[in-house]
């Protein structure tokens, strides 16, 4: 069971969502915060597996709410907490500010019902999800860069095999499969990447690549 906080500011919203998820098998609405602080203490308090985080809250707005509950550390299960971004708004700002403090994922309140419940067990599975038209813009915003710009860091043959399968959503144990190396191996070739990227995590070194144009 897929244990979720429902961070949102708009309580019709919010309500919707929690009904949305409620009717998932495999998910549970563990709590509900109105605002990004709220969000923070009953991510401390009720250690869900994902918080579905708002980005425009009072108080503490999504992004600094999220950079605070993933400085937090392990839930009590030893599993880190993971955020998914449920908005309604996407200026590159917003996008890179959400995946720079550390959420899995950016989807967009217009998105298909299907795709917002499949988003949250994506991300608890561990992977990257990000909407459309995210990924399209973050490819035009790499297209659009000056020039004179920084050459991009070298990626071994191998390490973009295994960015691109990270890039549609695949965990470490189905690219290994794919690629019929060892899950190790999958895990060694993400270090050299997060190196290169300059990243700690999935989703920053998928759409740092689509930034500078790797992907």
């Given at each position: ?90 200026t590159d700002d917003q996008i890179l500010g959400a995946i720079e403090a550390g959420a899995s ?5 217009a998105a298909p019902q299907a795709e917002i419940i499949e988003g949250v067990r994506q991300v ?92």
């Amino acid at each position: 069971m897929i244990r979720v906080l429902v961070a949102d500011d708009h309580p019709i919203v919010r309500s919707g969502i929690v009904g949305l998820l409620g009717a998932a098998d495999d998910i549970e609405v563990v709590g509900e915060a109105a605002d990004g602080q709220e969000a923070v203490e009953l991510a401390a308090a009720l250690a869900p597996d994902l918080v579905l985080m708002d980005l425009r809250m009072p108080r503490l707005d999504g992004v600094a709410a999220t950079a605070q509950i993933l400085s937090g550390g392990p839930t009590i299960a030893g599993t880190p907490i993971r955020v998914l971004i449920l908005t309604t708004y996407e200026t590159d700002d917003q996008i890179l500010g959400a995946i720079e403090a550390g959420a899995s994922g950016y989807l967009l309140k217009a998105a298909p019902q299907a795709e917002i419940i499949e988003g949250v067990r994506q991300v608890a599975r561990g992977q990257s999800v990000l909407a459309p038209s995210i990924a399209a813009r973050l490819v035009r915003r790499a297209t659009t860069q000056a020039t004179d710009a920084p050459a991009p860091p070298r990626l071994s043959e191998r390490e973009l095999q295994v960015l691109r399968l990270v890039s549609a959503g695949q965990s470490n144990p189905a690219i290994a499969r794919s690629l019929f190396i060892s899950e190790a191996t999958v895990k060694t070739h993400l270090v050299h990447v997060f190196e290169k990227l300059d990243v700690r995590d999935r989703t920053r070194a998928v759409t740092r690549a689509m930034e500078l144009g790797v992907l």
